[in-house]
């Protein structure tokens, strides 16, 4: 039997798939461009060396005023990868944990391990999980889509 749900759910279907295709095509237009920019870039480095780094702050004086806002800022926000001692940074977590009132969210701990001690993760989960590998005796819990973190008392 064929009715009006049956064709709005192949009407949603339908959409879905036009938009996965959209979004692969987009991942590939992205991909060709980023590698396209790759070459520019190692050819502009290529004659640069061979006629030195005169005309260098011009092209990119250039560059930059072509680029859009929104790729500086995003080429801005990126952190670089550092080191960090996860069995200290443990330690420093345990400490702020000890210290609250109440369990922290993801972002809290953050914040407070940034203020405290400098400690800043390019990806913060993944940060304070390689950090909770060293403490056994936190408690992590879901609200919603937020972590939570608590000791076990």
């Given at each position: 039997m064929f009715d009006e749900r049956k064709a709005l759910h192949m009407t949603l279907q339908g959409l879905?798939?036009?938009r996965a295709a959209l979004r692969r095509q987009y991942v590939d237009q992205d991909k060709q461009l980023g590698l396209d920019i790759k070459?520019?870039?190692a050819r502009i480095r290529e004659l640069d060396e061979?006629?030195?780094?005169?005309?260098n702050a011009d092209v990119e004086a250039s560059a930059a005023e072509e680029m859009p806002t929104e790729v500086l800022e995003h080429l801005r926000s990126r952190k670089t990868h550092t080191r960090h001692d996860y069995a200290g940074v443990a330690e420093q977590v345990e400490a702020i944990l000890r210290e609250a009132?109440?369990?922290?969210?993801?972002?809290?701990?953050?914040?407070?391990?940034k203020k405290r001690h400098g400690v800043e993760f390019?990806?913060?989960?993944?940060?304070?999980?390689?950090?909770l590998k060293h403490l056994p005796q936190?408690?992590?819990?879901?609200?919603?889509?937020?972590?939570i973190f608590s000791l076990n008392r």
């Open positions: 879905l798939e036009q070459e520019l870039l061979r006629e030195g780094a005169r005309q009132s109440a369990p922290l969210t993801l972002m809290d701990l953050c914040s407070e391990l390019a990806s913060p989960y993944i940060g304070i999980q390689k950090a936190v408690k992590v819990d879901k609200d919603g889509r937020k972590l």
